[in-house]
């Protein structure tokens, strides 16, 4: 069994890990590690001037359907959200102008502010 420390959205968790199979390849140098890139809000938004758009759910952004400061209508699709393999359009709850407060591909949980639209 081998332990490691995880660290995603700035929580750590302790894993263990068993080794399985016959065989198990050791490596006599470091092992190269893969890690994404960060995913950090766009910017951060003053709620208290608008709307806020909270996630009912938490899940992976997976694209933003407007650009940040565009005008939007009420009940229009402005991202997807992606939860048990299932996409969601997240709509506008009113008019106006929309600041994202996540960028695609970031993690959110529920009640997240996604975005405010002033």
Excluded at 11 to 34: D, F, I, L, W
């Amino acid at each position: 069994m081998r332990n490691f420390i995880v660290t995603v959205n700035g929580n750590s968790y302790n894993v263990s890990v068993e080794e399985v199979g016959e065989e198990v390849s050791r490596q006599s140098s470091a092992p190269v590690v893969n890690t994404p890139a960060e995913v950090k809000p766009v910017n951060k938004v003053n709620t208290a001037n608008g709307t806020k758009v909270v996630s009912p759910f938490p899940g992976l952004v997976k694209n933003l359907l407007v650009a940040n400061g565009a005008t939007v209508k009420k009940d229009q699709p402005i991202l997807v959200l992606e939860a048990m393999k299932m996409d969601n359009d997240i709509t506008a709850p009113c008019d106006g102008v929309i600041t994202f407060n996540v960028a695609k591909g970031a993690n959110v949980e529920s009640e997240s502010v996604l975005a405010v639209i002033a």
